[in-house]
């Protein structure tokens, strides 16, 4: 068996992406697992590709693990933890990254600006929603 996923695409116009990602575990998890694939994303209307994001805002509920948000490259960086240990239950946020100019990429050698996702600390029936608003660059 493996755990439940789903990623939705809830807005992609040229300056951003709404991207809403789920999992109901099964106790297996997920390492390093391709989130937001940049190059899936819409096109600048001049037709130059979508090459990275900025996290500017998300809004998480997590029950039971810790989810790491992580910028791919060869050593993949984290981004942000969401979620606390089974002992904390679910834990829900927002997190508004805006007045500073967003989380960026900084991840180094073989950078391709995607997101990834791992979780750490699940057991069957743990589960996350993560909604992201990400700035894209080109």
Not at 35 to 47: A, C, E, I, Y
Not at 83 to 94: D, E, K, P, R, T
């Amino acid at each position: 068996m493996a755990d439940a996923v789903t990623s939705q695409t809830i807005v992609d116009t040229d300056k951003r992406a709404i991207i809403k990602l789920t999992n109901l575990s099964d106790g297996s998890g997920e390492s390093a697992v391709a989130k937001v694939d940049v190059s899936s994303l819409n096109s600048h209307p001049d037709g130059t590709a979508c090459s990275r994001v900025t996290i500017d805002q998300i809004w998480y509920d997590v029950g039971g693990m810790r989810v790491a948000l992580e910028w791919n490259a060869s050593t993949n960086v984290v981004a942000v933890v969401l979620g606390g240990s089974a002992a904390a239950g679910n834990v829900q946020g927002h997190m508004d990254f805006r007045s500073f100019g967003g989380i960026k990429n900084n991840a180094g050698s073989g950078i391709n600006g995607d997101i990834d996702l791992s979780t750490s600390g699940h057991t069957n029936l743990d589960h996350y929603t993560i909604v992201l608003e990400l700035r894209k660059s080109y």
